[in-house]
């Protein structure tokens, strides 16, 4: 008895699931982000695409690590070809970087709105096209009524929206289906060798829909993702010419 | 199809346009003046200063006697010919096809067009009463040929309306002057006893021709049809043109634009026959009050959905202001290009950049923030980072060569770089720490330098060394020091990017 009734729960989970807009992929349709154990904090251990994702950034260094991060994303949300519209206020990125994490900029289109309040207007017009593998939109302010019109705008045409919150003063609610931060973290090469090593981040899950969210050490490491578990150096340290 | 024409005679132009303005002019005698050989002469008058016997060609001061109380106006060259060509675009809504006819008249191809008034005499008189209404009168005439229009125009007593081939007995029982000869050749009919072009129409060719000459042979066949003439238009007519005139002028929204949309229906039916697609258009609207505007769109790709059309014109449809209420809408195609097979796009999978459906996302987004500021990169072969990549407009466009990445470079670039104070220990090593925005950045890791030189066959100029360098917290920054190897030259550092 005890176990049917776990059982049951279980499905009723799984349903409502369905009924907030998760959609189980059939077993072949799943891609693989390379996000190892991040993955498990999202509903069904799939990285939600057809959601909006909200990145919560306070300096520009952690702009250039959202965006990195982001870039490694699509990477896999490019890699069955289409575009991706990059939606920008202000924008810094610096297009010929992004071949580094395996995104072809010539495969992005950017929108460079003269007026703050375009931003959103395109983005919402970008996330109803279902044509697009993508939307990257770099804002300021997002009420949670306007993300709410952006994740209606995404439950109809299931692309895959991130929103860079720039500047952030204070972190607002929001309808999107997980709201991350991503830092940059001091890299590290083989004690001893000079010089700068892979991109490393620390990737905050503050809020996942149905998920765990959690805290993990990134790094970008030939072309795809690598989850850092800090382990005791047992290498000696050794001092190169 | 055999061709019809309307010519229309603005008799008293000038005057009429003046009592426009002056309302007290109506009852009153009206003439304008123009110098000659010093001395004023009446060159135009209304119908009051006529009948009290003012002609053309007489001086000011005999009018002012004849005409006691007449208003003078002084000339200014080329006023008619701005009139004309004001009401030649007022005309646009009867033909597509307006001639202006100078001195004072208009030339209209009206070829298939009567029937949408119901008849070519309900034709003639919706012109006639429209434009008394605006206060002009006008003797329109038709016919067959532009010839013999004209001269029903302005020299029949009745029977403006020629019947098709009827020009011969039209001709008949007008003037010479009807046949537009010119001043020696009237004179010198007059002086032969030919009152009517019916009493030399019937003489061989070759004896008018040897006693009057080519032209008036030339003008007689024309108005009879036997030579041709063509009509130059005003505006040159586009092919893919549709136009609704709204019996009840419109000032809603909602009126518009089912009148917006049933007109992009109607063009996108007759593109979609033809296997085109619609790239730009312009939408022009006449205003009952004479003033006419037009809103333009543009698209990525040949189009033929209504629904998309509309959408781009939706968005510019809140700058239409209808005033009193508009009476016409014109969608001129201006350019068409054969429209993509649409069978070959299904089996496609993903769609790519020129598919139809981003297409027509960035027609919305361009129709809203502009063109300009919609970009797509493609690498240049250049080291110099910020020639690195340059901006394309065309979607379909691939890249000539593969994006580099051998050498890693920030996610994130400061345009234009900015300046920064920073401290090296060595010459040509890193900085140890550099000050940026008051806020001090303690170097413990960096790569470089990677010296980056100005391509000198594009631009004169130094070369910068630059460094990738991370400070305490882990941010990783692009430095670049500028040369310092003359004497004299110090090196300054500037901060270029965020890496990630």
Same mark, same amino acid.
């Given at each position: 008895?005890?176990?049917?009734?776990?059982?049951?729960?279980?499905?009723? !989970?799984?349903?409502?699931?369905?009924? *907030?807009?998760?959609?189980?992929?059939?077993?072949? *349709?799943?891609?693989?982000?390379?996000?190892?154990?991040?993955?498990?904090?999202?509903?069904?251990?799939?990285?939600?695409?057809?959601?909006l994702h909200e990145f919560i950034s306070t300096r520009p260094e952690f702009t250039?690590a959202i965006?990195?991060?982001?870039?490694?994303?699509?990477?896999?949300?490019?890699?069955?070809?289409?575009?991706?519209?990059?939606?920008?206020y202000t924008?810094?990125?610096?297009?010929?970087?992004?071949? !580094?994490?395996?995104? %072809?900029?010539? !495969?992005?289109?950017?929108?460079?709105?003269?007026?703050e309040k375009?931003v959103l207007?395109?983005?919402? *017009?970008?996330?109803?096209? %279902?044509?697009?593998?993508?939307?990257?939109c770099e804002t300021r302010l997002l009420s949670f009524m306007e993300s709410r019109?952006l994740q209606?705008?995404?439950?109809?045409?299931?692309?895959?929206?991130f929103i860079v919150r720039k500047d952030v003063k204070h972190i607002t609610t929001s309808a999107c289906a997980a709201r991350w931060t991503v830092k940059?973290?001091?890299?590290?090469?083989?004690?001893?060798?000079?010089?700068?090593?892979?991109? !490393?981040?620390q990737?905050d899950l503050l809020k996942v829909r %149905?998920?765990?969210p959690?805290s993990?050490?990134?790094?970008?490491? %030939?072309?795809?993702?690598?989850?850092?578990? *800090?382990?005791?150096?047992?290498?000696?340290?050794?001092?190169?010419? | 199809?055999?061709?019809?024409?309307?010519?229309?005679?603005?008799?008293?132009?000038?005057?009429?346009?003046?009592?426009?303005?002056?309302?007290?002019?109506?009852?009153?005698?009206?003439?304008?003046?123009?110098?000659?050989?010093?001395?004023?002469?009446?060159?135009?008058?209304?119908?009051?200063?006529?009948?009290?016997?003012?002609?053309?060609?007489?001086?000011?001061?005999?009018?002012?006697?004849?005409?006691? =109380?007449?208003?003078?106006?002084?000339?200014?060259?080329?006023?008619?010919?701005?009139?004309?060509?004001?009401?030649?675009?007022?005309?646009?809504?009867?033909?597509?096809?307006?001639?202006?006819?100078?001195?004072?008249?208009?030339?209209?191809?009206?070829?298939?067009?009567?029937?949408?008034? =119901?008849?070519?005499?309900?034709?003639?008189?919706?012109?006639?009463?429209?434009?008394?209404?605006?206060?002009?009168?006008?003797?329109? =005439?038709?016919?067959?040929?532009?010839?013999?229009?004209?001269?029903?125009?302005?020299?029949?007593?009745?029977?403006?309306?020629?019947?098709? =081939?009827?020009?011969?007995?039209?001709?008949?029982?007008?003037?010479?002057?009807?046949?537009?000869?010119?001043?020696?050749?009237?004179?010198?009919?007059?002086?032969?006893?030919?009152?009517?072009? #019916?009493?030399?129409?019937?003489?061989?060719?070759?004896?008018?021709?040897?006693?009057?000459?080519?032209?008036?042979?030339?003008?007689?066949?024309?108005?009879?049809?036997?030579?041709?003439?063509?009509?130059?238009?005003?505006?040159?007519?586009?092919?893919?043109?549709?136009?609704?005139?709204?019996?009840?002028?419109?000032?809603?929204?909602?009126?518009?634009?089912?009148?917006?949309?049933?007109?992009?229906?109607?063009?996108?039916?007759?593109?979609?026959?033809?296997?085109?697609?619609?790239?730009?258009?312009?939408?022009?609207?006449?205003?009952?009050?004479?003033?006419?505007?037009?809103?333009?769109?543009?698209?990525?790709?040949? #189009?033929?959905?209504?629904?998309?059309?509309?959408?781009?014109?939706?968005?510019?449809?809140?700058?239409?202001?209808?005033?009193?209420?508009?009476?016409?809408?014109?969608?001129?195609?201006?350019?068409?290009?054969?429209?993509?097979?649409?069978?070959?796009?299904?089996?496609?999978?993903?769609?790519?950049?020129?598919?139809?459906?981003?297409?027509?996302?960035?027609?919305?987004?361009?129709?809203?923030?502009?063109?300009?500021?919609?970009?797509?990169?493609?690498?240049?072969?250049?080291?110099?980072?910020?020639?690195?990549?340059?901006?394309?407009?065309?979607?379909?466009?691939?890249?000539?060569?593969?994006?580099?990445?051998?050498?890693?470079?920030?996610?994130?670039?400061?345009?234009?770089?900015?300046?920064?104070?920073?401290?090296?220990?060595?010459?040509?090593?890193?900085?140890?720490?550099?000050?940026?925005?008051?806020?001090?950045?303690?170097?413990?890791?960096?790569?470089?330098?990677?010296?980056?030189?100005?391509?000198?066959?594009?631009?004169?100029?130094?070369?910068?060394?630059?460094?990738?360098?991370?400070?305490?917290?882990?941010?990783?920054?692009?430095?670049?020091?500028?040369?310092?190897?003359?004497?004299?030259?110090?090196?300054?550092?500037?901060?270029?990017?965020?890496?990630?």
């Amino acid at each position: 008895m005890e176990a049917t009734k776990e059982e049951m729960i279980d499905r009723l !989970r799984q349903d409502l699931m369905g009924w *907030e807009g998760f959609r189980p992929l059939p077993p072949g *349709e799943r891609q693989e982000f390379g996000l190892g154990v991040i993955e498990n904090a999202f509903p069904n251990q799939t990285f939600p695409t057809g959601a909006l994702h909200e990145f919560i950034s306070t300096r520009p260094e952690f702009t250039a690590a959202i965006s990195s991060f982001i870039a490694g994303i699509m990477q896999t949300l490019l890699a069955g070809g289409g575009v991706c519209v990059w939606v920008s206020y202000t924008r810094r990125i610096y297009p010929p970087a992004l071949k !580094r994490f395996g995104v %072809n900029p010539d !495969r992005i289109i950017f929108i460079d709105v003269q007026r703050e309040k375009d931003v959103l207007w395109v983005t919402e *017009e970008a996330l109803k096209c %279902n044509g697009i593998a993508a939307v990257i939109c770099e804002t300021r302010l997002l009420s949670f009524m306007e993300s709410r019109r952006l994740q209606l705008a995404v439950e109809q045409s299931h692309v895959t929206g991130f929103i860079v919150r720039k500047d952030v003063k204070h972190i607002t609610t929001s309808a999107c289906a997980a709201r991350w931060t991503v830092k940059p973290l001091r890299s590290k090469l083989r004690p001893g060798m000079p010089g700068v090593g892979h991109p !490393r981040w620390q990737v905050d899950l503050l809020k996942v829909r %149905n998920g765990h969210p959690g805290s993990w050490t990134l790094e970008w490491k %030939n072309k795809q993702f690598t989850v850092v578990t *800090e382990q005791v150096q047992t290498e000696k340290m050794q001092r190169y010419a | 199809m055999p061709k019809r024409f309307v010519s229309i005679w603005f008799r008293y132009l000038l005057t009429d346009r003046e009592a426009i303005r002056q309302k007290s002019l109506r009852d009153l005698p009206v003439a304008f003046t123009e110098p000659d050989h010093g001395r004023l002469l009446v060159i135009a008058m209304n119908v009051n200063a006529e009948q009290c016997g003012v002609k053309p060609g007489i001086a000011a001061a005999d009018a002012r006697v004849i005409a006691p =109380g007449i208003q003078l106006f002084e000339n200014k060259p080329g006023r008619n010919v701005k009139l004309l060509k004001g009401m030649a675009e007022w005309c646009l809504r009867y033909t597509p096809l307006v001639m202006v006819d100078l001195p004072d008249g208009l030339l209209l191809d009206v070829t298939g067009c009567t029937h949408l008034k =119901g008849g070519e005499t309900e034709y003639l008189k919706d012109m006639v009463s429209r434009l008394r209404a605006l206060g002009y009168t006008i003797r329109p =005439g038709m016919a067959d040929t532009i010839g013999c229009a004209w001269a029903v125009a302005r020299c029949a007593e009745n029977g403006l309306n020629v019947p098709p =081939g009827g020009q011969r007995n039209a001709l008949m029982p007008l003037p010479p002057a009807s046949l537009r000869l010119g001043t020696d050749l009237l004179i010198k009919l007059n002086q032969l006893g030919f009152y009517q072009v #019916s009493s030399f129409i019937h003489l061989p060719k070759s004896v008018l021709k040897r006693r009057f000459g080519g032209n008036m042979i030339l003008r007689l066949y024309q108005a009879l049809g036997q030579e041709a003439e063509f009509l130059l238009p005003l505006k040159e007519p586009v092919p893919y043109s549709e136009r609704i005139s709204l019996l009840e002028p419109v000032t809603i929204r909602p009126a518009i634009e089912r009148a917006v949309h049933t007109l992009i229906d109607q063009l996108c039916k007759r593109l979609y026959g033809e296997g085109l697609g619609l790239r730009s258009a312009v939408l022009t609207y006449c205003r009952i009050d004479g003033k006419s505007y037009q809103l333009a769109i543009g698209t990525n790709h040949p #189009s033929q959905r209504t629904d998309h059309i509309f959408k781009l014109f939706e968005l510019q449809l809140d700058q239409v202001a209808p005033g009193l209420g508009i009476e016409l809408f014109i969608l001129d195609a201006l350019k068409t290009e054969p429209a993509s097979d649409k069978q070959s796009m299904l089996w496609n999978g993903k769609p790519t950049a020129d598919s139809e459906q981003v297409a027509e996302l960035l027609d919305n987004i361009a129709a809203r923030v502009g063109n300009v500021n919609i970009h797509r990169y493609l690498p240049k072969e250049h080291h110099w980072p910020e020639r690195a990549a340059a901006n394309t407009a065309d979607l379909t466009e691939i890249p000539a060569s593969e994006w580099r990445d051998d050498h890693i470079r920030p996610t994130q670039l400061l345009d234009p770089p900015e300046p920064i104070e920073a401290m090296a220990l060595t010459p040509d090593y890193a900085p140890r720490q550099f000050v940026y925005r008051n806020q001090r950045h303690i170097i413990v890791s960096a790569d470089g330098p990677e010296r980056i030189s100005h391509e000198w066959w594009t631009e004169d100029g130094g070369y910068r060394d630059y460094y990738m360098a991370e400070d305490e917290e882990g941010m990783r920054y692009w430095l670049f020091g500028t040369p310092n190897e003359l004497p004299g030259q110090t090196r300054r550092w500037f901060i270029h990017g965020y890496f990630a």
